[in-house]
């Protein structure tokens, strides 16, 4: 399996009626995104962080590369995680959870970020230089 099916099971859940649905098609959102961005480290040569620090060291690595694309990557996660731990840990009302709009956006911004991610990944001398530019 791919890390990018959980983005399909993202706009299934936008499909729901119900704050539970939009909850987690918003922590499905980040987890689809967060395995690829993952899994291409990995294919890159990158050694896999460990498990208790992965999404931390994941995100980072494309926030504080110097590359502009692994960048926006970077951010995309960092606002994905943050939403994905309201969605997950905070179950006090939150307006942002009261209809399937917020979950559309951040369906929109992980899906959108992965295309960023393939299309470094489909081209060898973009993909090398997005490599290049990560920190050590």
């Known amino acids: 399996m791919q890390g990018r099916a959980f983005l399909d099971l ?3 859940l936008l499909l729901g009626k119900t704050e539970a649905h939009w909850r987690a098609a918003v922590i499905h959102a980040y987890y689809g995104l967060f395995l690829e961005c993952r899994d291409a480290q990995t294919r890159w040569g990158l050694p896999t962080p460990p498990r208790h620090s992965v999404h931390a060291q994941v995100r980072l690595r494309f926030a504080y590369a110097t590359d502009a694309q692994l ?31 917020f979950a559309q956006q951040m369906e929109k911004l992980a899906s959108d970020a992965l ?6 990944d489909n081209d060898p001398l973009r993909r090398a230089a997005a490599i290049a530019s990560l920190p050590p």
């Open 10 to 12: 993202s706009r299934e």
């Open 71 to 101: 960048k926006k990557i970077g951010d995309a996660l960092d606002r994905l995680i943050r939403h994905r731990n309201r969605a997950s840990y905070d179950l006090a009302t939150i307006a942002a959870f009261g209809s399937s709009s």
């Open 115 to 120: 295309s960023w991610l393939d299309q470094i």
